[in-house]
């Protein structure tokens, strides 16, 4: 049995894209903040953290999104830690319309616990174990699934190069966990552009493509002037559905420092509802 916390958003304006929907990048800031406060509401601050030496870093992020939210939206995110092992800790989270109780996402993600100063793992102390699981931990549900293997590309990889800059910098002194989710939706949206499909052509064609879901894998962390280079590619494209695939890799070194992949629907940008993707779309897109 876990300590469940509770926190409400409500969706702003500078929160929405075009189509007046939350950016994904808003859900994952919920959820971030939401972490933080059921730490910090059961003892475990900055203060504690600063302390101790320590720091939690983001390795692994997953999210369905079920419905989209939109502006003056009031989001109810419910966090739990699902299991603690060594040095890795997985926190749940659910997020429901605050008034209808509808759920419009569910997440989770994998945190590791560092030390500040190597930078390396460190065991989880007994006292947060104790604290965030009533029972202790059980040793259930620990195996940590591993990211999907992308399929080498057999099309079109576009690339985006761009430089971090110190908006994207947080007070860990290296890019934010959700920046690079928004690395990946600017290159998706450059590489739609790029064969022809830009937001204005498919707005009048009726057709948006919306995520289902999204799987991030941290690996190095990116730090203020770091030159990137973004690639994404497309596979499995059928007339409903597509998957792409992105890779953030510093130019300097050629680390890949974060991997992700996108489940993508094809939806009428006025309803949300689903709808066969154009051929042209298709072929564009996977060619």
């Not at 040095?87 to 994998?110: C, F, H, N, P």
Request: aromatic share 10%.
């Amino acid at each position: 049995m876990s300590i469940e916390y509770e926190r409400t958003f409500r969706v702003r304006h500078y929160e929405c894209d075009a189509y007046e929907d939350a950016f994904y990048t808003s859900y994952l800031r919920y959820t971030q903040e939401t972490a933080m406060d059921a730490s910090t509401s059961l003892g475990f601050g900055g203060d504690w953290y600063a302390e101790q030496g320590t720091i939690w870093l983001v390795r692994d992020t997953e999210i369905e999104y079920l419905h989209p939210l939109r502006y003056g939206d009031s989001v109810v995110v419910k966090t739990w830690v699902e299991n603690v092992r060594m040095v890795m800790s997985k926190r749940a989270y659910e997020l429901r319309l605050s008034d209808t109780g509808q759920v419009i996402a569910r997440a989770a993600t994998d945190w590791a616990y560092l030390d500040i100063k190597t930078g390396k793992p460190t065991r989880i102390p007994d006292e947060f174990t104790q604290l965030f699981l009533t029972t202790g931990g059980d040793g259930s549900n620990n195996a940590r699934e591993r990211f999907p293997e992308p399929p080498a590309p057999k099309g079109r990889v576009f690339k985006q190069h761009r430089r971090v800059g110190w908006r994207d910098v947080d007070p860990a002194q290296h890019v934010n966990n959700t920046v690079y989710l928004a690395y990946a939706e600017d290159c998706a949206v450059e590489a739609a552009m790029g064969v022809g499909w830009p937001p204005e052509r498919m707005r009048a064609e009726g057709v948006w493509l919306v995520a289902r879901k999204h799987r991030i894998e941290y690996r190095q962390s990116a730090v203020l002037a770091d030159e990137l280079e973004v690639a994404t590619w497309v596979s499995g494209a059928e007339p409903g559905r597509l998957l792409r695939h992105y890779t953030i890799t510093r130019v300097s070194d050629g680390a890949v420092l974060a991997r992700a992949r996108a489940e993508l629907a094809c939806v009428d940008p006025g309803t949300r509802q689903p709808k066969p993707m154009p051929d042209a779309l298709c072929r564009a897109l996977s060619e």
